[in-house]
């Protein structure tokens, strides 16, 4: 059993789902004693967004390349590995302005590989990353499951999205929302996080 475990937060010890990531790991440690955890801090250990440098340097020879745009197909090469590797994947996931951190789309842009992830066939698209178990820490600060909130929500539904793609049907929330809602608010729903992990590994032994 290998897990590939993301934080994407750039709050630091202030971050919610940075504290709600740390209970994951330990319930799942717990359970599965000394099997590989691969973590990866995004906001710690930055990955570049594509640019067309990197694009094009796909295409050309490695000895034509500069050390720098090696490095990136390297990191490309490492993340897709990585994931691809992982039995199971969580990742902390605040909503920024309605949406993701920009940490996770450069990785999620790095792994979302025609032929490696994902391929074309006559019939449609065939996601290459079945059978993983995902876990999705999702923090918002206001409520988003209501009718005339959910349109904004380009967070969940875009991650629901994207692994949905890439073959992965498998995929748990845990949510904490209503973070900035006031004090008696925000610490219910971290609480209800906290067992909500605790239930999903019950769940899951």
Known sequence: MKLLALDTSI????SI????????????????GKAEVVYRDLDQQTINHLSSHI??????SLLTLSEPLKEELQLSETLITEFLSADEVV??????????PTQLKAWIDRIVVAG?????TEQGVVGLAAGKQLTIISTRGNHYNNASMRSLDHQEE???????????TDLTIIRAEGLHRGD?????????????????FLVAA
């Open 91 to 100: 990742i902390g996931v605040p909503m920024y302005n309605f949406s993701i």
């Open 55 to 60: 694009v094009n340097a796909k295409q050309q």
């Open 158 to 168: 875009y991650l629901k999205t994207i692994f949905n793609f890439l073959g992965i």
């Open 11 to 14: 709050l630091g010890d202030n």
């Open 17 to 32: 789902s940075r504290q709600l990531m740390g209970h994951f790991l330990n319930q799942w440690q717990q359970r599965h």
């Open 184 to 200: 008696a608010i925000r610490e219910k729903a971290i609480a209800l996080a906290m067992q909500k992990i605790k239930d999903h």
């Open 116 to 120: 490696r992830t994902f391929k074309y």
